[in-house]
């Protein structure tokens, strides 16, 4: 694959990952930082960190980690989503269905989407690369 | 010339991998299928959880408009305040959505059920019967609270 497909990859990842960090900072401020068990809003806070964090490292930096790093923040936020879904919810928290709307489907929507365009470029730059280390004798 | 197990020489090149790229591709695959599970997870819990919220008011025989005196209830900070509230029979019990995201309230015994609630919405039930309705938040399941109805 072209070494600029690779590139507007990262930035799409990086775009859908962002994307995802600030919805979760804009439910930390609508109200889900004053939930009464504290970690929930910290949780929140903390994706939206590590979300900026994320999309950082996968547009400064062309390493296969990076994107490794993405993929693991995008499977603990769609883990958390379904555990909150859960009858014993996560942090005190349950909520149900796709609620808040429509920040839970657009988060699942930029979460998957992150995650596929992930795992694409894994292949791609990971599986398909290799090193040159020395002309052969 | 000795070739390591992850050389490869092609085109008169040595490459050399740190993990050999079937490992990786192993690797990857292992990834996407925990991507794929825990995304079903999550999508299936959506689905799952999803107790029709939003439906339109009252279903029960205990909410209509205000009539006569009331009492009055907030929710905030995902909690209803007060938790227990301690009316008359005929009174009504009006609860006002004061937090930045949507909540409803809804009966155990299914008496009063309300849409879902935005910030600044409002929604009244009246108490036509006496008794101990406990009710919980639609959507959050952890906010709980009750309605004392006095004969």
Same mark, same amino acid.
């Given at each position: 694959?072209?070494? @600029? ?6 930035? &799409? ?7 995802? @960090? ?16 504290? !970690? ?11 979300? +900026? ?21 995008? !499977?603990?936020?769609?883990?958390? #989503? ?5 009858? !014993? @919810? ?7 269905? #796709? ?17 596929? &365009? +992930?795992?694409?470029? +894994? &292949? ?14 | ?61 205990? /909410?209509?408009?205000?009539?006569? /005196? ?36 809804? /009966? ?32 959050? /399941? ?10």
């Amino acid at each position: 694959m072209r070494p @600029g497909f690779v590139t507007i990859g990262r930035w &799409v990842a990086a775009a859908l990952i962002l994307g995802g @960090g600030a919805i979760h900072l804009k439910l930390y401020f609508d109200s889900y930082r004053d939930f009464p068990n504290a !970690n929930l809003g910290r949780s929140f806070l903390l994706n939206a960190i590590a979300s +900026l964090v994320a999309a950082i490292l996968l547009v400064v930096w062309r390493n296969p980690l990076s994107l490794l790093a993405g993929l693991v923040l995008v !499977n603990a936020t769609l883990l958390a #989503f379904a555990l909150s879904r859960t009858s !014993n @919810g996560i942090f005190d928290f349950t909520e149900t269905g #796709f609620n808040p709307s429509p920040e839970a489907v657009l988060s699942l929507v930029f979460e998957i989407g992150a995650a596929v &365009v +992930l795992i694409g470029l +894994l &292949v791609v730059e990971w599986a398909g690369a290799r090193r040159e280390v020395a002309p052969a004798q | 010339m000795y070739a390591a197990p992850h050389e490869i020489r092609e085109a008169g090149v040595i490459r050399t991998d740190v993990v050999p790229g079937r490992q990786r591709l192993i690797l990857i695959g292992v990834a996407a299928v925990i991507t794929v599970l825990i995304a079903a997870f999550a999508v299936g819990r959506g689905v799952a959880s999803d107790t029709g919220g939003g439906s339109s008011a009252a279903a029960g025989p205990t /909410s209509s408009p205000p009539s006569g /005196s009331g009492a009055a209830a907030v929710i905030q900070n995902f909690a209803f305040s007060p938790k227990s509230i301690t009316v008359k029979v005929g009174d009504a019990v009006t609860w006002t959505n004061r937090d930045g995201t949507a909540h409803s309230v809804k /009966s155990d015994d299914g008496s009063f059920v309300s849409q879902d609630l935005d910030p600044g919405q409002t929604f009244t039930a009246t108490f036509k019967t006496p008794g101990t309705f406990a009710y919980v938040c639609g959507i959050h /399941s952890s906010m709980t609270g009750t309605v004392v109805v006095q004969g």
